[in-house]
T-cell receptor, first 116, second 113 residues
Framework: NAGVTQTPKFQVLKTGQSMTLQCAQD?????MYWYRQDPGMGLRLIYY???????DKGEVPNGYNVSRLNKREFSLRLESAAPSQTSVYFC???????????????FGDGTRLSIL | SQQGEEDPQALSIQEGENATMNCSYK?????LQWYRQNSGRGLVHLIL?????REKHSGRLRVTLDTSKKSSSLLITASRAADTASYFC?????????????FGEGTQLTVNP
């Protein structure tokens, strides 16, 4: 099993450009998450989807949008990229449904995004 | 400061030694999780310990939880070079609105051969 797959692995954008980060999981998990990881700040939750058809804001949602396309796929869109969004982005999924957080989260290997 | 804070920020030991990392948090929790991250990779779940548990083991890993002190520790026994990674604690805080884990900034462990 592939687990959680993120594409692309690397991307360089210019300020103002848009792009969509893709994430897919093959574990039939209900919940999916998008995080960003910056040096010295740990992981911060951007958006999450507790079940198919629902999405909610996390700690740092400004400048991002998400789509839970189906149970497998959860995409993150930057509409107008800014240098402050330079980061490593991780997608994760969990078998816990609804608002439960009592199951491990499974992470992809990340997308390294640089915005010039 | 963050809900989960690891201590120390960096730890360097020799192969075969034990490594202990600590995590402190501020509010009551439902559970606490430990994750490992190898350089350039995603996080990998290690152990989940619930608020009513005091200790859990998994192979060479031992996690303790002291809810009265709002702290947890991760012990890796007989460390190996392959244990070199960053280790993060994550808390599911009862008072946190919404549904999310809060990650600490991590401890960078280096195991020298």
């Amino acid at each position: 099993n592939a687990g959680v797959t993120q594409t692309p692995k690397f991307q360089v954008l210019k300020t103002g450009q848009s792009m969509t980060l893709q994430c897919a999981q093959d574990m039939n998990h209900n919940s999916m998450y998008w995080y960003r990881q910056d040096p010295g700040m740990g992981l911060r939750l951007i958006y999450y989807s507790a079940s198919e058809g629902t999405t909610d804001k996390g700690e740092v949602p400004n400048g991002y949008n998400v789509s839970r396309l189906n149970k497998r796929e959860f995409s993150l869109r930057l509409e107008s990229a800014a240098p402050s969004q330079t980061s490593v982005y991780f997608c994760a999924s969990s078998g816990a449904g609804g608002t439960r957080l009592d199951q491990p989260q499974h992470f992809g290997d990340g997308t390294r995004l640089s915005i010039l | 400061s963050q809900q989960g804070e690891e201590d120390p920020q960096a730890l360097s030991i020799q192969e075969g030694e034990n490594a202990t990392m600590n995590c402190s948090y501020k509010t009551s929790i439902n559970n606490l999780q430990w994750y490992r991250q190898n350089s350039g990779r995603g996080l990998v779940h290690l152990i989940l310990i619930r608020s009513n548990e005091r200790e859990k083991h998994s192979g060479r890993l031992r996690v303790t939880l002291d809810t009265s002190k709002k702290s947890s520790s991760l012990l890796i026994t007989a460390s190996r070079a392959a244990d070199t990674a960053s280790y993060f604690c994550a808390t599911d805080a009862r008072e946190t609105s919404g549904s999310r884990l809060t990650f600490g900034e991590g401890t960078q462990l280096t195991v020298n051969p």
